[in-house]
């Protein structure tokens, strides 16, 4: 069981969508309730210190993945942006069984491709800006800009919205931090996907690392710069595609 808000919709397969840093899971995954009607219950999570789950005073993937395999019952397909796909990441090494399929979204793998060097710069940029001691605003204008994000064509009111969120971000678990379960998931039996949005070298670059060491598929999907999920069509074909092929098995 678990005490993270969920919101459900549709029936038959599971699956979790596991959203990223600044924002709620209804606001992150508006896109993808067309595929309610596939066929999949979507089950639609606020990670802890979100929404209308129980506040955290920092993101924290491990325990993410804590509350992920709890909800994933006999089996579940997880889907997971930015620093949710962490979580998923782990959740899937936690409970191979009962995972259907992975699907990572740009997530911040940040001790991969650290050969490459876009993604090597996105790192010391991304860790730089932790460090910065800057008023929320400020701080997470800087943020943005630094994972692709352009604070200046988000939607009205939505930086405005994310302010309260942002002491989360920045206590966060790092993602620098983590001991990813790359064994576990190259060895694992069922389809992996890793989407990246086509806007930064150096998540590119991340992204190749982890699915060639995963043994994942590649896609890259662009339009929508780091929030992938919100290209709507293009992003829940591949999810999909992703999910069939996993039941073909």
Not at 126 to 148: K, N, Q, T, Y
Not at 173 to 197: F, H, K, N, Q
Request: glycine fraction near 10%; charged fraction near 25%.
């Amino acid at each position: 069981m678990s005490d993270l808000f969920v919101d459900a919709a549709g029936s038959w397969e599971r699956v979790i969508f596991v959203h990223g840093s600044l924002t709620t899971g209804r606001e992150e995954w508006e896109a993808q309730q067309p595929l309610a009607e596939e066929g999949f219950r979507l089950l639609v999570v606020d990670r802890r210190g979100y929404g209308r789950s129980p506040g955290a005073e920092g993101e924290d993937f491990l325990r993410d993945a804590q509350d992920i395999a709890a909800l994933m019952d006999t089996g579940a397909h997880l889907v997971g942006h930015s620093y949710g796909g962490l979580g998923a990441m782990f959740a899937a090494a936690l409970r191979p069984g009962e995972t259907r399929s992975l699907a990572l979204l740009e997530p911040p793998a940040f001790t991969l491709g650290q050969d490459r060097p876009a993604a090597r710069d996105l790192v010391v940029r991304s860790v730089e800006i932790l460090d910065l001691d800057l008023p929320d605003r400020a701080w997470v204008v800087r943020f943005l800009e630094s994972v692709g994000s352009r604070p200046e064509e988000l939607p009205p009111g939505l930086l405005e919205a994310a302010l309260p969120l942002v002491p989360l971000l920045r206590h966060a678990r790092r993602p620098t931090d983590a001991e990813l379960p790359i064994a576990e998931l190259a060895s694992a039996p069922y389809p992996s996907l890793v989407v990246s949005g086509g806007h930064h070298p150096g998540f590119e670059e991340i992204c190749d690392d982890l699915a060639e060491k995963i043994g994942a598929s590649r896609s890259v999907i662009e339009g929508a710069g780091h929030e992938v999920q919100f290209t709507g069509a293009p992003i829940n074909d591949a999810l999909l595609a992703l999910w069939r092929s996993a039941s073909a098995r």
